[in-house]
């Protein structure tokens, strides 16, 4: 038998088939509140950490299910061999089989070595953990100097994918801990504009570079970090200098090397990191730089805290595996498209947009480890924005669109800035989204509320219809700490990798960033070289050299 299956395949995939056809498309919200006073109890889990202030409620009742439904999901989990897949990873098992690596964020996070697992690198996380702790002190203290002695004030993270969206993220989220004195900026796109607009910002007596990569061969983040080192030089002069004011956050210690930076400088992570989990390695410095390292810890705790539930708790209550069986009815069952992130917290600004490559990256496959190719869907498009701006824009389609778009609304009880009336308006948002799209407005109470004459006007009662049935899962926490952000976080991690291990893909390698980088290489010459005539012979469509022969003829002289 294969080990990885289809997951069409397995027979609770086929019973759930039946299940979705004789009743999972019908499922009514307001009929199933209805006839279970109860459901809220029924499909509510907590999340409790005793050792941190981590905790959660996570509401799935108005999800398209039904017992019957839930159980089929729960029985597709054990047949796909979640629970083993997932011991797997916890054990330190070369589960990345396309680069046989093992899959380790959590033995970053594993403070009280609960795992352990036993891998090369794994008894190094805590030597390089107080390397971050005592260079983020330093600086922080000011004991850290420049070049002319003065202390630094600016942080730059250059950085893409991974090695910039964590970081970026967590920053944000938590900056009511923030070092105010202490301004970040993070520099990822290779459009110059990006660097142009930190350098101006800053002060290179004062300014601190931080070179991120895992694999340091990045062409975005080399680009930028030298760049930035060019115009540190311009006033430093001396290369020299370049020690205290660039460390290098990566796995290639050779590579940083040879970029120029000192060996104390550099903080070392290992190849069991996947870069979109990076964030709990030396890839948080700015984290730790931003927010302080006992903050950071705490971040590591409550995601550490995370781990313990997802590892030990049962199907029926594990909070990462039930988000996850709720998607796979979603995306393979009723065939929707995207799955939106709404935190209800201004502070969670960049949660969707991180969770988009660690979603979109990790599950976007069509590969079985098997080598087969599904027949089914596999990760979701992810989108979403900080409530209510996302009201204001998208959720237009989300009430009354064709499409059905499942939502993850997540939110604080308590505000890091309670101002007058705020909060309360800002929940009540919270709480009403969720209620209009599971139970809608039916044509019956939209015409109660127009006159007699508009009730004839057939286009504006159907217009004001909202079908509801449309499904949300609410999750809510005492107040975004960084205990409370490092579990939230992990318990997203998780569920996307339940997912791939039910649909038997590889979550942990991005084969798909690969193409367009090495035909970006082939086609820079040619813009380099700037000859027009040489575009035709060059061996690409006709469409690409057309596009070619007009930025040639149109660009800067
Ligand atoms: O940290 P690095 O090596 O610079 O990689 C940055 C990013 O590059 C690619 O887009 C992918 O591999 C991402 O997963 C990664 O996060």
């Known amino acids: 038998m294969s080990q990885h299956p289809l997951a069409s395949s397995l027979q609770a995939w ?4 039946q299940l979705y056809a004789s009743k999972g498309k019908q499922i009514n919200l307001t009929k199933a509140f209805k006839d279970d006073p109860k459901r809220f109890e029924t499909y509510s889990r907590s999340f409790n950490s005793s050792k941190t202030d981590a905790s959660f409620l996570t509401d799935f009742s108005k999800n398209l299910i ?58 190094e996380v805590k030597g390089e953990l107080e390397h971050m702790k005592q260079f983020s002190e330093q600086v922080r203290n000011g004991q850290w100097k420049g070049y002319t002695g003065k202390q630094i004030d600016t942080i730059v993270n250059i950085g893409i994918g991974g090695s910039d969206l964590g970081p970026v993220m967590v920053c944000e989220a938590l900056k009511p801990y923030a070092k105010r004195d202490l301004t970040a900026h993070f520099v990822s796109n290779i459009d110059g504009t990006h660097m142009a607009e930190a350098l101006r910002a800053s002060n290179p007596e004062t300014t601190l570079f931080i070179v991120a990569s895992k694999t340091f061969t990045t062409q975005e983040t080399i680009t930028n970090a030298t760049t930035a080192r060019d115009w540190f030089l311009k006033s430093a002069g001396d290369k020299a200098h370049v020690a205290k004011h660039f460390v290098a956050l990566s796995t290639n210690v050779k590579a940083a090397t040879e970029f120029g930076i000192d060996k104390a400088n550099m903080f070392k992570f290992w190849d069991w990191v996947g870069g979109r989990y990076s964030l709990w390695s030396a890839i948080g410095l700015s ?21 313990l539930h997802y590892k030990n708790t049962p199907l029926d209550k594990n909070i990462p595996v039930l988000l996850a069986l709720f998607g796979i009815w979603y995306t393979d069952f009723h065939g929707c498209q995207a799955h939106m992130l709404l935190p209800y917290d201004q502070y969670m600004c960049r949660f969707a947009d991180y969770f988009q490559q660690g979603d979109m990256e990790s599950n976007g496959k069509t590969i079985t480890k098997d080598g087969e190719r599904v027949n089914y869907e596999t990760g979701p498009i992810i989108a979403g924005q900080a409530g209510t701006n996302g009201q ?19 939110a604080p009880a308590q505000s890091h800035n309670p101002l007058g009336p705020h909060h309360d308006i800002l929940i009540s948002n919270f709480l009403a989204q969720p209620e209009a799209l599971a139970f809608g407005k039916s044509e019956e109470e939209v015409k109660k509320e127009l006159s007699a004459q508009d009730q004839q ?44 291990f039910i649909w038997g893909i590889n979550s942990f390698d991005q084969m798909g960033v690969e193409l367009g980088k090495v035909l970006a290489k082939k086609i820079l010459p040619l ?29 800067q002289k």
Do not use: W
């Open 392 to 410: 204001h824009a998208f959720y237009q389609e989300i009430h009354q669109g064709t499409r059905l778009i499942p939502c993850d609304f997540l």
């Open 527 to 555: 813009l380099q070289g700037g000859d027009v005539s040489k575009v035709d012979g060059a061996g690409h469509d006709s469409s690409t050299s057309g596009l070619t022969k007009y930025y040639l003829t149109h660009r």
């Open 457 to 500: 006007n057939s286009f504006l009662v159907k217009s004001k219809i909202f079908e509801g049935n449309r499904p949300t899962n609410s999750i809510m926490f005492p107040k975004l700490t960084p205990a409370v952000l490092g579990a939230l976080i992990a318990m997203y991690e998780h569920k996307i990798a339940t997912q791939g």
């Open 287 to 307: 984290i730790c730089l931003v927010i302080g390292y006992n903050n950071f810890e705490q971040l590591l705790l409550g995601a550490h805290e995370m781990d």
């Open 14 to 17: 086929k019973e759930l088939e």
């Open 66 to 123: 039904d017992d019957e439904i839930y159980k089929k999901l729960l029985s597709l989990a054990k047949e796909a061999k979640v629970e083993q897949q997932r011991d797997d990873m916890f054990a330190g098992k070369p589960i990345n089989s396309s680069e046989g690596r093992s899959v380790l964020h959590i033995a970053l996070r594993d403070l009280p070595q609960d795992f352990n697992p036993p891998v090369e690198g794994v008894d």
